[in-house]
């Protein structure tokens, strides 16, 4: 298995910085080589990705999150890969991201790219581009604020997104949760505070 280990720091506070991270099916925004991702559920996604002109579907699955802190999936089956990204506050409104990957090079040309380095040039450059993608924004695009235990997701009930930080404006309005009371049982597909969940 090759390992990548990069960081960069965002300036940006540190929930903004990981609410942005979980909406997965915004990754091809900044990440090189991911085509598109479709949230299959609340701790799996599928990824269509091109790199060095092969083309791969496959699914991953969250297997660790834990708010503000650390997300860590695993892929379920070929390409196989693995990963942890953590997030550490800097300051009021700068925050450190932290990606460790480990991945299994599948043909020659992945091998000879792990051998010289160019898969850890490649993460930082989504780095790059992430910083530049959440910098240029007032907020980020959703948030998923629930917890994943050993692939499950803890707190769930009834299909509604329960609000764990009840500062956290779900809408994105800038108003206050306690504004409007019944903001915190939105539906996460209306709230638009949740995972985006296609053919939901």
């Given at each position: 298995?090759?390992?990548?280990?990069?960081?960069?720091?965002?300036?940006?506070?540190?929930?903004?910085?990981?609410?942005?991270?979980?909406?997965?099916?915004?990754?091809?925004?900044?990440?090189?080589?991911?085509?598109?991702?479709q949230?299959?559920?609340?701790?799996?996604?599928?990824?269509?990705?091109?790199?060095?002109?092969?083309?791969?579907?496959?699914?991953?699955?969250?297997?660790?999150?834990?708010?503000?802190?650390?997300?860590?999936?695993?892929?379920?089956?070929?390409?196989?890969?693995a990963?942890?990204?953590?997030?550490?506050?800097?300051?009021?409104?700068?925050?450190?991201?932290d990606?460790?990957?480990?991945?299994?090079?599948?043909?020659?040309?992945?091998?000879?790219?792990?051998?010289?380095?160019?898969?850890?040039?490649?993460?930082?450059?989504?780095?790059?581009?992430?910083?530049?993608?959440?910098?240029?924004?007032d907020?980020?695009?959703?948030?998923?604020?629930?917890?994943?235990?050993?692939?499950?997701?803890?707190?769930?009930?009834?299909?509604?997104?329960?609000?764990?930080?009840?500062?956290?404006?779900?809408?994105?309005?800038?108003?206050?949760?306690?504004?409007?009371?019944?903001?915190?049982?939105?539906?996460?597909?209306?709230?638009?505070?949740?995972?985006?969940?296609?053919?939901?």
């Open positions: 298995m090759a390992t990548v280990q990069e960081s960069i720091a965002v300036n940006v506070p540190l929930s903004q910085a990981y609410n942005q991270w979980t909406q997965f099916e915004d990754f091809p925004q900044f990440m090189s080589g991911v085509d598109s991702v949230q299959l559920d609340d701790t799996t996604v599928h990824f269509q990705t091109s790199v060095g002109g092969v083309k791969r579907d496959y699914d991953a699955r969250i297997t660790s999150q834990d708010p503000d802190r650390q997300v860590s999936w695993e892929s379920l089956d070929s390409p196989r890969n990963g942890t990204v953590r997030f550490a506050e800097l300051g009021p409104a700068e925050t450190r991201v990606v460790e990957l480990s991945w299994e090079p599948g043909t020659a040309t992945e091998k000879i790219g792990a051998a010289v380095g160019l898969d850890s040039r490649q993460v930082g450059a989504d780095l790059q581009r992430f910083k530049k993608f959440i910098e240029g924004r907020f980020e695009t959703g948030a998923w604020r629930e917890r994943v235990n050993s692939g499950d997701a803890d707190g769930r009930v009834g299909g509604l997104t329960p609000v764990t930080d009840p500062e956290y404006d779900v809408l994105g309005t800038g108003a206050p949760l306690d504004a409007d009371p019944d903001l915190a049982t939105e539906p996460a597909s209306e709230a638009g505070g949740g995972r985006r969940i296609s053919d939901r």
